[in-house]
């Protein structure tokens, strides 16, 4: 394993558990089932700690992307 393979690695460990840390933006299935969410035209914002987790997870998600095409190139 190369250097950039390890960086790459905890980036990934890194997206996924911000992924797991974010809210669910639905309620899913369950919701159109019992009749939850007739909130159709309330548009909530995120803030505080959810905004802070949503553009971590975006920007490692550029970054994981950046370095899978730069890994891809130098072993080409």
């Not at 919701?31 to 905004?51: D, P």
């Amino acid at each position: 394993m190369r250097w950039y393979d390890i960086i790459f690695l905890v980036i990934a460990l890194i997206i996924i558990v911000l992924s797991l840390l974010q809210g669910g933006k639905s309620e899913g299935a369950s919701g159109a089932i019992t009749g939850g969410g007739m909130n159709i035209f309330v548009k909530q914002k995120e803030r505080g700690s959810e905004k802070v987790i949503t553009i971590l997870t975006f920007s490692f998600v550029v970054v994981f992307m950046f370095l899978a095409l730069l890994i891809s190139v130098l072993n080409a």
